[in-house]
């Protein structure tokens, strides 16, 4: 709940901003409080009346409306905000945001703040790929902005790809992510989740077994507990979490590359079952059966992603965790495994078969810490994410 919140919600122009008429209504049944702003291309897509009968506030649109100047004031408007959310944020928006230009009151309300902002970009897909927004989007977030979204699908001009706006109830989890007073809360925490798919051509890969589902309650467990929490993940069985912020990827590579471009953070938690090599000498198009034999493929080794981070000089997360997943000697592999990536922690199980836990629903994990081992029971993978994401905050505390 967000009883006693205050949100100033900035309605960007797009033809999304029919979904933020929804996201005030479920912020107020939610218990904030609405102060809505409305850019002018905004205004023709949805009318000021609407939004301001779902707020219950008047609408501020205006710069230089010497009414609202005298009552409030732009600058008081974007200080008395708990959160400020950019629903929908176009091209545009960010790009002046990031520029630091404040051409309306929108943009200066954005420039005129220290209150934390969190942005819902949607656009066209060619405008989210377009470096310009790809460079807007990392100056933003280097600039302590964070981000929900923008999801994949149908677009209404009529094409595919990232650039919907995320759904309203996901803004909703983001927004009672970024408020939360957990014991986690200010904190920055990667997590990677999910198998990798290293391609042999273009329709064969190597992968395994792993269906995402540890790493995805553990991001929602960290979450829960305040934290912003980057969300790498491979192409997993299981739908990302809600309200953590979800870098999607293919290969080890780009997982590596991902979870660079992610630091620094507080901790890692590094759940995925990254392939250890890749096929070197990869088709391009797709590999034929022959008369001649079997297809030669070589190898070539992964970046070690949990070494590198445990290893850096700079930016080195605080606390370091690892998965061991073994089918033998268990404790003595992940211990050695600790040790020589030079993490902090080690989460070890038995992924045997005849175990169930690789791609199923409970997991029984050990401990391993510079103190020793410590054996959890079975149970199911949101218990073993709470358990886990509590002795982290502690850690951390």
């Not at 009346?49 to 732009?74: I, N, P, Q, R």
């Not at 790929?129 to 790809?134: L, R």
């Not at 199980?349 to 409970?362: A, C, H, Q, R």
Request: charged fraction near 20%; charge should be negative.
């Amino acid at each position: 709940m967000l009883h006693g919140k205050r949100i100033l919600l900035i309605i960007g122009g797009g033809i999304a901003a029919y979904k933020s008429l929804l996201l005030i209504r479920l912020l107020r049944a939610s218990g904030a409080s609405v102060t809505p702003v409305m850019t002018r291309a905004a205004s023709e897509f949805v009318t000021p009346l609407s939004v301001a009968s779902l707020a219950g506030e008047k609408v501020y649109d205006h710069l230089f409306d010497l009414t609202d100047e005298a009552e409030m004031g732009h600058i008081q408007l974007s200080r008395v905000a708990d959160l400020i959310v950019v629903a929908p944020a176009t091209a545009d928006l960010m790009a002046q945001a990031a520029s630091g230009l404040a051409r309306d009151l929108a943009t200066t309300l954005l420039l005129a703040t220290d209150t934390p902002v969190l942005m819902a970009p949607a656009m066209n897909v060619r405008m989210w790929n377009h470096p310009a927004t790809q460079r807007n989007l990392t100056t933003l977030r280097g600039d302590g902005v964070r981000f929900v979204g923008p999801d994949e699908g149908d677009m209404a001009c009529g094409e595919y790809g990232p650039g919907r706006l995320a759904e309203p109830e996901a803004i909703m989890d983001a927004i009672r992510a970024q408020l939360a007073d957990g014991p986690l809360a200010g904190k920055h925490v990667i997590v990677t989740s999910g198998p990798t798919h290293e391609p042999i051509d273009p329709v064969r890969y190597i992968a395994n077994r792993s269906s995402g589902a540890q790493g995805t309650a553990i991001a929602v467990a960290l979450a829960a507990l305040g934290a912003r929490v980057t969300f790498v993940t491979g192409p997993a069985d299981v739908p990302p979490p809600q309200g953590v912020q979800v870098v999607t990827v293919q290969t080890a590579r780009q997982m590596h590359a991902a979870v660079m471009a992610a630091l620094p953070a507080d901790a890692g938690v590094f759940a995925a079952a990254v392939a250890d090599w890749h096929v070197a000498n990869a088709g391009d198009q797709k590999i034929k059966k022959t008369r001649d034999g079997l297809p030669s493929l070589s190898f070539a080794e992964n970046p070690d992603i949990l070494a590198t981070v445990a290893g850096l000089d700079q930016d080195r997360p605080r606390l370091v965790v690892g998965f061991a997943a073994e089918t033998q000697d268990v404790l003595a592999n992940a211990t050695a495994k600790r040790l020589r990536k030079g993490c902090d922690w080690i989460v070890a199980n038995d992924v045997s078969e005849g175990t169930g836990i690789m791609g199923g629903s409970e997991n029984a994990v050990t401990l391993i810490t510079e103190a020793g081992a410590e054996d959890w029971p079975r149970m199911d993978k949101g218990q073993v994410a709470r358990r886990l994401a509590q002795k982290l905050a502690e850690a951390l505390a």
